[in-house]
C-alpha cells in the first residue's frame, strides 16, 4: 500500500517535470519561427556556436556580434551552448551539433589539443568549423580562424608599461600558460620589455584566468616580493583579483597592467585603480565570424585566419570605450 | 555501539582527561607533527613565512576552507559528505549581491543568503532521509543544480559592487585582527561546543559510530541528518558571503572544487571516512597545513604544477601517519 503510494507521488513529479520541459522546449521554438519568419531570403541556414564559458563577459559579447549577423541580419537560427570550461563536454556539445546536420560550426576551444577529435568529427561530416578565439593545435582541420591578435594584446600592454614607468619596474605575472592565447600574450609583453632591461619579472604563478586564483596569489607575491610596482595579468578577471589583494593591503603604488578591455576593467582605468587593460573587440569579432561564415557557403575566397587588432585602454582614451 | 562503547571506556580510562589541551595534543599528534615540521621547513627557506602579516595572511586565506570544512565534518561524521557546498557557496553569494543590486539594505540581504544556504542544505537532508538516497548522490545533484541556478540568476556575468558592510567583513581589521580571521574562530568555537557539548553532538557521534544502535537507543535519525546538512550548507553560504565581500565581486562559478579542499582538510584533520570519529579542532589543524603547504610554496616561487603533486603527496603522508599512531595506540 506505502509503495504504490511512493509510486504515484513519484510518477506525478516525474509527469510535471515532463510538461515542464515541453513547455520550455516549446517555449523556445514559437521563439525561433518568429525570427525566421521576418526574413526574406529562401534558403534557411542553422548555425551553431560553442564557447568555452559563458560566464565571462567576453564571450558574451562575442555571442551578440554573431547573432547580430547570423539572426537579425540574415534571419537564421544559431545554436548556442556553454562548454563550462568542460572539453569532454564541448566534444559531446559538437557531436550533437553534427547529428543536427547544421549547416557551420563555431568553436572557442577549452582546450587547444583537446578540441581535435571534435574537429575530426566535423571534417568526417563534412561540416564546416570557424574557430573562435583561441587558435587550436590542428589549424589544418579548421575553415578559419577569427582571433584577436593575442602578441599584439600583450605588445601594446608591455609598451604602455616601459612608457609608464621610465623602463624601470618589478613586475609581477599572473599567468595561465596552458592556454595558447595567453602564452602569444605573455610572448608579446616579453617582446615589447626586452629593449628596457630596468623591466625585471621577480614573481610568476599561474592563476587559471580567475578571480578567487588571482586573489591569494597576489596576496601571496605581497608577502615574498614587496618590491612589486607593476602587475601583468592576462585578462581581466585575474585583475580584479589583483586589485582585490592590492587594495586589502592598502599599497597605492602597485599599478595593474591587464588584457581583456571589459566594461569592468575600464571602470576600473576610469576610478584610476588600475593603468590599463589591453582591449579586444569581441562584439566586432563575433560580427566579423558572422559574416565569414556566409562568404564560405557562398564559395568565396577568405583569408584562413583573420587577426582583429588590440589596442591599450588608459586613462587617456577610456571615454570612447566606457557604455 | 562497540566502537562508540570502547571510545567511551577509554576516554574515562584515559587520566588526560582532566588535561583537555595535553588530551588533545596528545590525540591529534600525528597532523600536529606534520604542521610543525612544514611551519619549521617554511621558516627556515624563507625569510617572510613567519613574519606576522604573512601569518595573518595564511589565516584569512585558509578562513574560507575551514569554515566549509567545519559544516563538512558534521556530514562526514554521520557517514555521509556533502559535494553540493561550493555550489551552495555560489548561489548564497549571487543572491545576496543580487538583493543588493535590487536596492535591498546589506543586513537584510545578508540574512536571506545566509538562509539560503541553510534552506538548500536542509533540502539536502530531507532528500536524503525521506527519500532513502545516499547523500553521495543526493549531494551531488544539488552541486549541479545550485550551480545552474547561480548561473541563472546571473545570466553567467559577475557582479562587481562597492559596500562599506562587505568590504569590512571583506578586508576589515578588528583591532590587528583581519574579520574573515574572527569569524572563522568564532565557527571553530561554535561547531566545536555544538559536538562536544550538547545532546546533539553526542547523537551525531552515536549515529556515525553506529546507525542500528543509535536507532534502537531513541534517537531520530533522520532530524538528526536533516539538521547536519543544514548546518553545512548554513556554513557554505556564509563562507560564500565573506568569499564575495573580499573580492568586491559575486560570481556564478565561484567555489568550483571547494567541496575537495574541505574534504581535504576534514580527513587531514582525522576524521575517519567510516563516521563516528573526528574533531572540528583536527580539521582546523587540516586546512591550516593545506594553508600553510599553499602559502608556502608560493614564497618559495613553486610553479602551481608541482604544488599540486606535493600537496597530493602531503595529504597522503599525513593521513598514513596518523593512522599508524592510531594504530599504536589502540
Partial sequence: MKTSKKMKSASLILTLILIMVTMVACGSKTQETSTTSSSKETKKHTFAASYFTLNNPHFIDWSKGLKSEIVDKHGDKLIEVDAQLDINKQISDVEDFIQQKVDAIFIAPVDSKGIKTALLSAKKANIRVIIMDVPPQDTDLVTAMVTTDNFMAGKVLGDAMVKNTGGKANVAIIDWSVVQAVVDRTDGFTAAVKASPGIKVVARQDGKASTESALPIMENFLQSNPEINAVFTINDPSAVGALAAIEAA?????????????????????????????????????????????????????????KVESLFIDQSNYQQYLK | MNQVLSEMERKKSDSWRKWPVVHYVVSNSGILIALVSLIVFFA??????????????????????????????????INGIDLSVGSILAVSQVITIGLLFMGVPIVPALIVGLLIGAVLGLINGFVITKG???????????????????????????????????????????GPIPVPILIMVICLIITSFILNKTKFGRHVYAVGGNREAARFSGIQISKIEMLVYTISGLLAGLSGVILAARMSSAQPTSGSGFELDAIAAVVLGGTSFSGGIGKIGGVFIGALIIGVLNNGLNLMHVSSYWQMIIKGLVIVTAVYVDSLKKKKRA
Avoid: C
Fill in chain 2, 132 to 174: 532513502k538516497i545516499p547523500p553521495f548522490i543526493v549531494t551531488l545533484s544539488m552541486m549541479i543544480m545550485a550551480r545552474g541556478f547561480a548561473y541563472v540568476l546571473t545570466g553567467g556575468r559577475p557582479m562587481s559592487f562597492n559596500n562599506e558592510i562587505l568590504s569590512f567583513i571583506g578586508n576589515g581589521y578588528i
Fill in chain 2, 44 to 77: 627556515l627557506t624563507t625569510s617572510t613565512f613567519l613574519s606576522t602579516s604573512n601569518v595573518l595572511n595564511v589565516l584569512r586565506q585558509i578562513s574560507i576552507n575551514a569554515i566549509i570544512a567545519f559544516g563538512m565534518t558534521f556530514t562526514i561524521l
Fill in chain 1, 250 to 306: 592598502k599599497r597605492t603604488d602597485i599599478k595593474i597592467y591587464s588584457i581583456d578591455g571589459s566594461q569592468d576593467a575600464i571602470k576600473l582605468v576610469k576610478d584610476n585603480k588600475i593603468a590599463g587593460t589591453s582591449a579586444q573587440f569581441p562584439v566586432k569579432m563575433g560580427q566579423v565570424a558572422g559574416d565569414l561564415v556566409y562568404k564560405i557557403l557562398n564559395k568565396e575566397n577568405v583569408e584562413k585566419w583573420v
